[in-house]
T-cell receptor, first 114, second 115 residues
Framework: GNSVTQMEGPVTLSEEAFLTINCTYT??????LFWYVQYPGEGLQLLLKATKADDKGSNKGFEATYRKETTSFHLEKGSVQVSDSAVYFC?????????????WGLGTSLAVNP | ETGVTQTPRHLVMGMTNKKSLKCEQHLGHNAMYWYKQSAKKPLELMFVYNFKEQTENNSVPSRFSPECPNSSHLFLHLHTLQPEDSALYLC??????????????FGPGTRLTVL
């Protein structure tokens, strides 16, 4: 079945460091891919998405490119801030069948130190 | 209030208690969801409602009973829970149209502890 694998955290970085959080997936068909972020004490928010191969999603300085050849959707940011400290979830949506179902990764906790 | 709200934010209950979680969305959506978030596990979809009708139940034990009286409100009734049911329960809403994925908007969750 479909699945999402994220790198394990926690990830700890200093402010202005480069961030990469790896995400790979297994899916049949042509899924859409997402990154959600959960700030402390809050629910999940959609950070960015990509709906087809080679699409690049971007938001708030974060980027991720849908790579079908490597089945990956790695999240990157060139210079992290303390306010980016949160848990990041990679997810896919199977566009066939029940399109409202998301398959989630385990989440990667990011802590950014000043 | 804006977005998706959930009450209470924290709940501690014994195994013999009955309690309810409430979710309300102010986004004009017509699909609502309950998720369970446990440490070191993927987010688990529990129930989905579209236009007040339950369209998905992911083999959730009967001690969890959802109710959706209208498109803006969703409840999760709890009774005779087990300690392993302790988790963060998240509510979400979205537009419920066919076709490509519709973004789900999440509430802040209810942190449930079962003693």
């Amino acid at each position: 079945g479909n699945s999402v694998t994220q790198m394990e955290g926690p990830v700890t970085l200093s402010e202005e460091a480069f961030l990469t959080i790896n995400c790979t997936y297994t899916a049949t068909g042509y899924p859409s891919l997402f990154w959600y972020v959960q700030y402390p004490g809050e629910g999940l928010q959609l950070l960015l998405k990509a709906t087809k191969a080679d699409d690049k999603g971007s938001n708030k300085g974060f980027e991720a490119t849908y790579r079908k050849e490597t089945t990956s959707f790695h999240l990157e940011k060139g210079s992290v801030q303390v306010s980016d400290s949160a848990v990041y979830f990679c997810a896919l949506s199977d566009n066939a069948g029940n399109n409202r179902k998301l398959i989630w990764g385990l989440g990667t906790s990011l802590a950014v130190n000043p | 209030e804006t977005g998706v709200t959930q009450t209470p934010r924290h709940l501690v209950m014994g195994m013999t208690n009955k309690k309810s979680l409430k979710c309300e969305q102010h986004l004009g959506h017509n699909a609502m969801y309950w998720y369970k978030q446990s440490a070191k596990k993927p987010l688990e979809l529990m129930f989905v409602y579209n236009f007040k009708e339950q369209t998905e139940n992911n083999s959730v034990p009967s001690r969890f009973s959802p109710e959706c009286p209208n498109s803006s409100h969703l409840f999760l009734h709890l009774h005779t829970l087990q300690p392993e049911d302790s988790a963060l329960y998240l509510c979400a809403s979205s537009h419920a149209t066919s076709g490509s994925y519709n973004e789900q908007f999440f509430g802040p969750g209810t942190r449930l502890t079962v003693l």
